[in-house]
């Protein structure tokens, strides 16, 4: 891996966005990349590993919509 480690701070195109898993109501939080402005993906819950689909809209840099939902 080559990886400038003097960087450690996020991108400013990403947005670290705090939500509430749907299973096990923790508070877990997703890197939004902003230069979107429509993601949807499915990914694991870090503390239950539950899949949640998670819809995300975006306009000027910022998150518009946020939604996540149990995956089906
Ligand atoms: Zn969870």
């Given at each position: 891996?080559?990886?400038?480690?003097?960087?450690?701070?996020?991108?400013?195109?990403?947005?670290?966005?705090?939500?509430?898993?749907?299973?096990?109501?923790?508070e877990?939080?997703?890197?939004?990349d902003?230069t979107?402005?429509?993601?949807?993906?499915?990914?694991?819950?870090?503390?239950?590993?539950?899949?949640?689909?998670?819809?995300?809209?975006?306009?000027?840099?910022?998150?518009?919509?946020?939604?996540?939902?149990?995956?089906?």
């Amino acid at each position: 891996m080559d990886q400038d480690e003097s960087d450690i701070s996020l991108s400013a195109t990403e947005i670290e966005k705090f939500f509430t898993c749907p299973y096990c109501w923790q508070e877990i939080s997703f890197l939004i990349d902003t230069t979107q402005t429509e993601i949807d993906f499915v990914e694991d819950c870090e503390v239950c590993c539950h899949p949640i689909a998670v819809h995300c809209e975006i306009a000027n840099g910022d998150i518009m919509t946020f939604e996540g939902a149990k995956a089906q």
